[in-house]
């Protein structure tokens, strides 16, 4: 039964990529709707036209065809820095490659996997948190086929050779957008706007994770180190994507007094509440200055380039990929988008780099305990949840030599403190 249902999916694949060979869409890819996900897919090469498979064209080490899961497609600003950067990876590697976009966190993923290992792809990578399940599940049953997957947790403790987790230390760009935002407070108390007792500003989170809280809590920390009278409000809208939910969220911090707003959320509906209230606005991913040209400062993102160059050599030439890899500043696996010169404050630049420069030396740590309280105490232990880190078991102090040490003991994040100066507020 499973045979014949495979062969199925293999030949509504095949109808539907002749049908896309003809709609003319754009080079590299195509896109096929119709199932109960709302998935589509695209397949392309450096010099492969839409819908169309074309040849590797290297001849170094093994034949590599990559296969990538998206939660959502490029209306997602997360998905979208993804979705860049496994082309522009593979268009550099010059090697073939499957997209797979709009799938969700449940069985859909195992299916989308099974059906990208069908089509012969070597490399299967999904991007989202709860698509990791159905990943291990394919890697179990496909041992083969290398499965690495971003943001999870389990790639170093289930023993499978072929699973693999990646994330980057993005905490550390988010300080840095942190610290731009921080500017434009100064700026604006230095103008009149408002008072050095006002720098209230307000996040939208997407759900309340540790990869949020380091998130937001890197941020302040970046916006506190140039502007230390800020106080922040964080509201949960409980999805990764949702433009009206993310929209009201603006708006509630804005009524709420905040005068600058960030997120970790996917949609324009945060920097579009922004540009509409006139409120200066730090995303996330990628730059949204096409919607808030007068509100947008700058955002973090992490770049995935490096990365999926790394899997697809490491398949190439038969090399072990990490259980789990932390990609940093110095990988070229975080960065900001360009700076907004029509917004920022005068010297963020300046500032942006100072800051660079010392997180780079060592002389900086995001996290520094000294640079945060929890409860009016500073915290000289930490036991972090992490039953899921292997050899690191939950007895690990993850503070040593004066500050919490996020990302190095597994690259998903497990930041997950709440500490003083940051209020969450009702949804």
């Known amino acids: 039964m499973k045979k014949v249902i495979s062969i199925l999916l293999i030949a509504v694949l095949a109808l539907a990529l002749v049908a896309c060979g003809s709609s003319g869409g754009s080079t590299g890819s195509s896109a096929s709707t119709g199932s109960a996900s709302t998935d589509s897919s695209a397949s392309g090469s450096a010099s492969g036209g839409s819908g169309e498979t074309a040849s590797t064209g290297s001849s170094e080490g093994k034949a590599v065809k990559a296969g990538f899961i998206f939660l959502h497609d490029e209306n997602s600003t997360y998905d979208k820095n993804f979705i860049e950067a496994a082309k522009e990876a593979c268009e550099q590697a010059g090697v073939e490659y499957i997209l797979r976009t709009n799938i969700p966190e449940g069985q859909e993923c195992y299916n989308a996997a099974a059906d990208l290992v069908d089509q012969g792809c070597s490399i299967v990578f999904a991007d989202s948190f709860g698509h990791e399940d159905f990943m291990i599940q394919a890697a179990q049953e496909f041992p083969e086929v290398e499965f690495c997957h971003a943001t999870g947790t389990k790639a170093h403790t289930q023993g499978l050779s072929n699973f693999h987790n990646a994330f980057a230390s993005i905490y550390e760009g988010r300080f840095l957008a942190g610290v731009a935002a921080g500017e434009k407070l100064n700026e604006m108390i230095e103008s009149g706007d408002i008072t050095a007792d006002q720098t209230k500003i307000g996040y939208i989170g997407a759900y309340p994770y540790a990869e949020v ?11 506190r180190s140039a502007c230390p009278s800020v106080t922040m409000e964080v509201t949960f809208t409980n999805s990764w994507y949702d433009e009206a939910l993310e929209k009201e969220a603006a708006n509630r911090l804005i009524n709420n007094g905040c005068v600058l707003i960030s997120q970790h959320a996917d949609s324009m509906g945060a920097p579009t509440a922004c540009e509409t209230a006139g409120v200066p606005n730090v995303s996330y991913n990628g730059s949204t200055k096409e919607v808030a040209p007068n509100t947008f400062i700058v955002s973090s993102r992490i770049n995935w380039v490096p990365y999926f160059l790394h899997i697809i050599d490491c398949v190439k030439n038969g090399t072990a990929i990490e259980a789990d890899w932390t990609g940093t500043i110095a990988t070229g696996s975080v960065e900001l988008t360009e700076i907004n010169g029509n917004v920022a404050a005068a010297g963020t630049e300046a ?6 420069a010392a997180l780079e030396s060592g002389s900086l740590h995001v996290f520094d305990t000294a640079a945060f309280t929890v409860n009016g105490e500073t915290l000289t232990e930490y036991l972090a949840d992490v039953d899921d880190m ?13 500050y919490f040490h996020e990302s190095e003991y597994r690259s998903a994040p497990y930041f997950d403190i709440d500490i003083d100066g940051i209020t969450i507020i009702d949804s």
């Open 351 to 356: 500032a942006i780099e100072s800051a660079r």
């Open 213 to 223: 809280k380091s998130g937001y809590t890197s941020f302040f920390l970046g916006v």
């Open 390 to 402: 292997g050899d690191y078991v939950p007895e690990t102090n993850v503070i040593d030599g004066g």
